[in-house]
């Protein structure tokens, strides 16, 4: 079974725009590319929430040589800079929205199906693991 990660969500989540993007055609085109556009704009989120994690997390543990106090002030330099960027993705993430929707530029459904691939690739997945497990437990392996 693959490991729980971002990048794998993120592979999945591809495979599953893909499919309901070809999906999509077979109503119409509108609606494919309005899948496409709400699926690239969740995986573009995804993709930058990711790298600020990543970043966050290596200065966190770079940091557990240092004195507690300056531990403090690193950590919170780092979470204030994160915060900032998410605040900013998800700003960036409303006017692209609000411009998408208020000009109809996409088919509302077909939008929100490309926003939910990560809730349901993160779904699908987290039953799949879970399923694996109890399979696995069931063998008396675990």
Request: aromatic share 10%; charged share 15%.
């Given at each position: 079974?693959?490991?729980f990660?971002?990048?794998?969500?993120?592979?999945?989540?591809?495979?599953?725009?893909?499919?309901?993007?070809?999906?999509?055609?077979?109503?119409?085109?509108?609606?494919?590319?309005?899948?496409?556009?709400?699926?690239?704009?969740?995986?573009?989120?995804?993709?930058?929430?990711?790298?600020?994690?990543?970043?966050?997390?290596?200065?966190?543990?770079?940091?557990?040589?240092?004195?507690?106090?300056?531990?403090?002030?690193?950590?919170?330099?780092?979470?204030?800079?994160?915060?900032?960027?998410?605040?900013?993705?998800?700003?960036?993430?409303?006017?692209?929205?609000?411009?998408?929707?208020?000009?109809?530029?996409?088919?509302?459904?077909g939008?929100?199906?490309?926003?939910?691939?990560?809730l349901?690739?993160?779904?699908?997945?987290?039953?799949?693991?879970?399923?694996?497990?109890?399979?696995?437990?069931?063998?008396?392996?675990?």
């Amino acid at each position: 079974m693959e490991t729980f990660s971002l990048e794998t969500i993120g592979k999945i989540a591809l495979s599953v725009l893909a499919l309901l993007v070809v999906a999509g055609l077979f109503i119409s085109v509108f609606f494919a590319w309005s899948v496409l556009a709400g699926g690239l704009i969740i995986l573009a989120n995804l993709w930058f929430s990711k790298d600020g994690l990543q970043k966050m997390a290596e200065v966190v543990t770079a940091t557990a040589s240092m004195n507690p106090e300056r531990q403090r002030s690193v950590a919170g330099g780092e979470r204030r800079g994160y915060l900032l960027r998410f605040w900013l993705r998800l700003g960036i993430t409303g006017v692209v929205l609000f411009a998408v929707i208020r000009w109809q530029l996409v088919d509302i459904f077909g939008l929100l199906l490309g926003l939910s691939i990560i809730l349901v690739t993160t779904i699908a997945f987290s039953l799949a693991v879970v399923v694996h497990y109890l399979i696995q437990r069931s063998q008396g392996r675990r």
